[in-house]
């Protein structure tokens, strides 16, 4: 339910920008701490990001105050603090609807609302949109300015820079402002990121700069030689430097909790031609204790009761598919000190915190650079270093080519553990690991498996080192495993080797993953056989071949969209060999699936056990008459 509005008397004031403009400035500092307190009760509620919006309420207060949004535009990068943009472009009374099946979208979506410029989710590509936006500002003529908002974790992602230094040789009017908390969701890491913690958030060279300048008014040769004098400074000094050999104009930092000097700014370079960047200071979990102490914990919630000042405790259950992939990966760097881990920016989302702890030397956060992290593998792999790179599915499509260039190519043994494959819930489209096995099965070289349970996980990512004749991925997904036991005793599995779960008549059910349970619970009612077949590439085309002289009915079953998936792979094998049977094939459908929980997507598609035993009882129908 939509919380009281009237506990906010100047919020309720500013249920869309064009509101917030007429307030006058004076009350803009109660306004953010009313802001706040929405949010903060609001996610307590629904569930959803948190920190990250905390940290942003000033700075999203005061953009839209300057800024005639949504004739301006502005951008914000992959989204996670853009709650507060949501609450103040009408939308404050569904966002007890966030990421719920139905209500509003996580991130900012295009659909959604005239204010929310660009869709996103994925890190580091607001400068590129907003710079595109730019350019049609400046041939449209209309007086509109543009804005893109990034956070210092995005900024480690290499298309960035590509963006600023297009930008820069282009010199459009745009601003783009850099939050920077020293955090995305892992610490930061990077010269860079250092640079900007230590150095520019002290006093010691803003004031130097300031007061040389007030000092030398009115003297220019001297003046002239001091600003030479200070850009050699900066460029030993300063990340600013940086930003201006792009061809910004840099200016900050500045508090970026401090709302009427985020307006004054603002208003200031709103005017100013050419690329300009504001660099200011926030706090991630800024005005809730909890989250200010540990941003990390609380970059993502579930509902929780504010006034308890603690997340609500997890119950103990059984283990993610996450936590097998890190017991594995300590296991098996106890015994090899070859083993190396990379992650692009998601130690804790992907099992690692452990392993980070216990191998620090063999640990690698790349940042969010996912080119980087895979290319990163495919180098230590030719030193003869066994590298294991550990990526959300909906983020190894970002490094496409890394994997088919720098590994594939050179057959190089890198071992890709694929978390969120499949349905991902909550985040939307922008997440849900839906791709990755129709994109990878077309790579010559590659071995992709996936495991219908802990255990075979555990021996499939074990496989994977093992194997040393080229790249191996183990795909798995996300949330609790099954309650399978795993056995301590790792064996490598023989490549490309499928095994019978059930026997039944007529029908036989090919499964790929953790829809296994959902086969066999299908094959009860229907006497249906049943074979996991573990690897997406190679296929077990002995397996097949028996399936198919013996049954009269084939099932591809996968939680991967449809198009180019594994249940393809059956077809192309069985047309190569001129095997005439009807195949129906289930999986994800050929557009991009909503948010909401697991269940209640697998539901709508006709996923879970109801909707697929529904599906097949049609195609039999159907060759029965």
Same mark, same amino acid.
């Given at each position: 339910?939509? %919380? ?15 509101? %917030? ?11 953010? /701490?009313?802001?706040?307190? @929405?949010?903060?009760? +609001? ?8 920190? &990250? ?17 949504? @004739? /301006? ?44 410029? $660009? ?32 956070? /210092? ?30 955090? +995305? ?15 520019? +958030? ?117 283990? &993610? #598919? &996450?936590?097998? @992939? ?28 452990? #392993? ?7 640990? #690698? ?5 996912? *080119? ?12 003869? =270093? ?8 909906? #983020? ?19 071992? $890709? ?23 990878l099965r077309c790579i010559p070289n590659m071995v992709i498996m996936a495991p219908s349970d802990e255990n075979e996980c555990r021996q499939m990512l074990y496989t994977g080192y093992c194997y040393q004749d080229g790249p191996t991925a183990v795909r798995y997904p996300r949330g609790s495993a099954t309650g399978a036991h795993q056995e301590e005793q790792m064996t490598a599995l023989a490549i490309g080797k499928g095994v019978l779960k059930r026997q039944g008549k007529k029908l036989a059910i090919i499964n790929f993953g953790t829809t296994l349970a959902t086969a066999l619970d299908v094959a009860e009612t229907l006497d249906a056989t049943v074979a996991d077949m573990r690897f997406v590439k190679p296929l077990d085309e002995a397996l097949l071949l028996q399936l198919a002289t013996t049954h009269e009915l084939l099932v591809t079953l996968e939680e991967n969209a449809i198009i180019g998936g ?6 192309? =094998? ?11 094939? %289930?999986?994800?459908?050929?557009? @991009?699936?909503?948010?909401? &929980? ?16 529904? *599906? ?8 029965? +008459?």
């Amino acid at each position: 339910m939509s %919380l009281d509005i009237t506990q906010f008397p100047v919020l309720a004031q500013a249920n869309t920008p064009e509101e %917030l403009r007429q307030l006058p400035q004076a009350l803009l500092p109660q306004l953010a /701490d009313e802001l706040r307190a @929405f949010l903060l009760q +609001s996610v307590g509620q629904s569930s959803g990001h948190f920190a &990250s919006g905390l940290g942003t309420v000033e700075l999203t207060v005061a953009l839209h105050y300057v800024y005639n949004t949504p @004739f /301006d535009r502005l951008v914000w990068d992959v989204g996670h603090q853009a709650y507060p943009h949501k609450i103040l472009t009408g939308r404050r009374d569904q966002m007890h609807t966030i990421r719920q099946k139905g209500g509003l979208h996580p991130f900012p979506w295009r659909g959604e609302s005239d204010y929310d410029t $660009f869709s996103v989710g994925h890190s580091s590509t607001s400068i590129s949109a907003a710079l595109a936006m730019a350019i049609a500002a400046d041939k449209e003529q209309a007086g509109r300015r543009v804005v893109a908002v990034i956070g /210092d974790g995005a900024m480690t992602g290499g298309m960035v820079f590509e963006a600023m230094n297009h930008a820069g040789d282009l010199h459009k009017d745009m601003l783009v402002v850099l939050n920077d908390n020293e955090m +995305s969701i892992s610490e930061n890491v990077g010269a860079l990121n250092k640079h900007l913690a230590q150095l520019m +958030s002290g006093r010691f060279y803003s004031s130097i700069r300031e007061g040389s300048k007030k000092v030398l008014q009115g003297m220019p040769v001297i003046k002239e030689m001091a600003r030479r004098t200070e850009e050699h400074l900066k460029g030993m000094m300063v990340p600013g430097t940086l930003f201006e050999e792009l061809g910004f104009n840099y200016i900050g930092p500045i508090d970026g909790h401090d709302v009427n000097a985020l307006v004054e700014t603002l208003r200031n370079m709103r005017n100013l031609s050419g690329p300009q960047l504001l660099h200011i200071m926030t706090k991630k979990g800024k005005g809730y204790e909890p989250a200010e102490k540990d941003p990390i914990g609380w970059h993502a919630v579930p509902k929780f009761d504010p006034s308890q000042f603690r997340k609500p405790a997890t119950q103990a259950g059984l283990p &993610s #598919f &996450s936590e097998v @992939f890190g017991k594995w990966l300590c296991d098996i760097a106890a015994r090899d000190n070859k083993v190396v881990g990379i992650t692009p920016a998601m130690r804790e989302g992907s099992g690692m915190v452990e #392993f980070s702890q216990k191998f620090p030397e063999q640990y #690698f956060d790349a940042a969010i650079a996912e *080119q980087h992290a895979v290319t990163l593998g495919a180098g230590f792999a030719c030193e003869g =270093y066994k590298p294991v790179v550990a990526i959300y599915s909906t #983020f190894l499509q970002r490094a496409y080519d890394q994997v088919i260039h720098d590994v594939a190519l050179q057959k190089l043994p890198v071992l $890709f553990a694929i978390d969120r494959g499949g349905i991902v819930g909550a985040d939307g489209p922008t997440h849900q690991g839906a791709f990755d096995m129709s994109y990878l099965r077309c790579i010559p070289n590659m071995v992709i498996m996936a495991p219908s349970d802990e255990n075979e996980c555990r021996q499939m990512l074990y496989t994977g080192y093992c194997y040393q004749d080229g790249p191996t991925a183990v795909r798995y997904p996300r949330g609790s495993a099954t309650g399978a036991h795993q056995e301590e005793q790792m064996t490598a599995l023989a490549i490309g080797k499928g095994v019978l779960k059930r026997q039944g008549k007529k029908l036989a059910i090919i499964n790929f993953g953790t829809t296994l349970a959902t086969a066999l619970d299908v094959a009860e009612t229907l006497d249906a056989t049943v074979a996991d077949m573990r690897f997406v590439k190679p296929l077990d085309e002995a397996l097949l071949l028996q399936l198919a002289t013996t049954h009269e009915l084939l099932v591809t079953l996968e939680e991967n969209a449809i198009i180019g998936g594994a249940g393809s792979g059956v077809l192309e =094998y069985l047309a190569r060999k001129q095997l005439c049977k009807p195949v129906l094939q %289930l999986g994800l459908p050929d557009e @991009f699936i909503k948010h909401g &929980s697991p269940q209640e997507i697998l539901a709508e598609l006709q996923l879970d056990s109801p909707g697929v035993l529904a *599906q097949i009882k049609a195609f039999m129908a159907q060759h029965q +008459s």
